[in-house]
């Protein structure tokens, strides 16, 4: 299994795939190098007047709630609904799902158009599944990744999209089942846009690689992974988060084969 996660890592390499995140201000540029490090390319588009063409050159889209307007969430719909036209996989990022009840809503709508995968914390999976008995603490979690399996699986079997729960535990739920990745480190967590990246990576991966959940359980473990490894060397957060963009970009194989943990 590590072996064809890999083969998914330099395909993304070598086809470099162009993404559009329509995201928030403040992970543009996190979200932007995170995607360039792993070898894809990034654009950053919402005018509403490009939203068809720019679907046209794209091989996949990321939506993120985190800083939401009336103005970009129409270039969302628009953004999503010429995806949806071109074929082209989008991946919804409920980021602060539960927070508002606007959030709630735009989200409401968003997930009818079908997403072709979920990224987001336990609490904003649980939400976002309407079964979330626990506070969302504004982009953090205070639930466990694995509190949030049975919301994941919801969401799943009624939009048949691809889940991915970020925590301690990564999980992917889809239809082939559940995967579990146990690598990263709990600095990342002092670090912002940190699973805004995940999702861009996510979306970069599913743009190439025709098996889905092949592709999410690859970019979880190429990001975690790339966390851990990068945290050996760091003394805070600002190095860590350098450490990543480097590792992203310069992580051999044998470092992924002999650090990737996956428990199920």
């Known amino acids: 299994m590590k072996e064809l996660l890999w083969k998914h890592i330099t395909n993304v390499r070598k086809q470099a795939p ?3 995140s329509i995201t928030n201000y403040v992970v ?5 190098n995170a995607l360039l490090a792993a070898g894809a390319s990034p654009i950053m588009a919402h005018a509403h007047p490009e939203m068809q063409s720019m679907q046209a050159i794209c091989q996949a889209l990321v939506i993120n709630i985190g800083t939401l307007d009336e103005y970009w969430v129409e270039s969302m719909k628009l953004a999503v609904t010429a995806a949806n036209q071109n074929n082209k996989p989008w991946i919804l990022d409920p980021v602060g799902a539960g927070a ?6 735009v989200l409401s709508e968003l997930l009818t158009m079908k997403p072709t995968a979920i990224r987001g914390n336990a609490s904003e999976i649980l939400a976002l599944a309407k079964h979330n008995k626990t506070a969302t603490k504004g982009v953090d979690s205070t639930s466990s ?4 399996v049975e919301a994941a699986q919801f969401l799943n079997e009624k939009f048949g999209a ?4 970020s925590g301690a ?9 559940i995967t579990q990745l146990k690598n990263g480190d709990p600095l990342m967590t002092k670090i912002t846009g940190m699973g805004c990246s995940a999702t861009a990576l996510l979306a970069a991966f599913i743009a190439v690689i025709p098996n889905r959940t092949e592709a999410a359980v690859a970019a979880t473990a190429l990001m975690a992974v790339a966390g851990e490894l990068a945290a050996q060397n760091s003394t805070g957060p600002g190095s860590l988060q350098v450490g990543i963009l480097d590792k992203l970009h310069n992580i051999s194989e ?7 943990t996956i428990l199920a």
């Open 18 to 20: 162009l993404v559009q």
């Open 28 to 32: 543009m540029n996190n979200t932007a």
């Open 100 to 105: 508002t009840a606007y959030r709630d809503e």
């Open 145 to 148: 990744s694995l509190e949030a």
């Open 162 to 165: 691809v889940v991915v729960i």
């Open 169 to 177: 535990v990564d999980i992917i739920v889809s239809e082939a089942g």
């Open 254 to 260: 044998t470092e992924f084969l002999n650090t990737t």
